[in-house]
């Protein structure tokens, strides 16, 4: 039983996976290159940068607009592992877009 249970859990967390990342690598829609496509361009190279289990805890909270209980449950581990996840993604992707933002204002200057 306990072999099971954690094959579906693996199973679990993998079909999580194929669903959210469609949404972290979607195309740009926009080709003309617009503020947003170039935004949308930055966040999801940001993305990237994060760890598997950081960017899927990032998508499902803001992009797919789940609950932590909900990701835990998705995701198969505690809201506290969300929780810190979600933490350090945050402030992973501040710094990440951050200098980005930094180094076209100098560029403009």
Not at 7 to 25: C, I, K, Q, S, T
Request: with cysteine; hydrophobic share 40%.
């Amino acid at each position: 039983m306990l072999a099971r249970s954690l094959y579906l859990d693996r199973v679990r967390r993998r079909d999580v996976w194929r669903r959210v990342m469609p949404f972290a690598l979607a195309p740009d829609r926009v080709e003309d290159g617009s503020r947003a496509a170039d935004a949308r361009h930055d966040l999801r190279a940001a993305l990237l940068k994060l760890t598997p289990q950081q960017r899927a805890c990032v998508v499902l909270y803001y992009h797919v607009d789940l609950p932590i209980p909900e990701i835990a449950a998705q995701l198969g581990c505690g809201a506290g592992t969300v929780k810190r996840h979600l933490h350090d993604g945050r402030r992973r992707l501040a710094g990440l877009l951050h200098d980005d933002v930094g180094e076209d204002d100098r560029a403009v200057r």
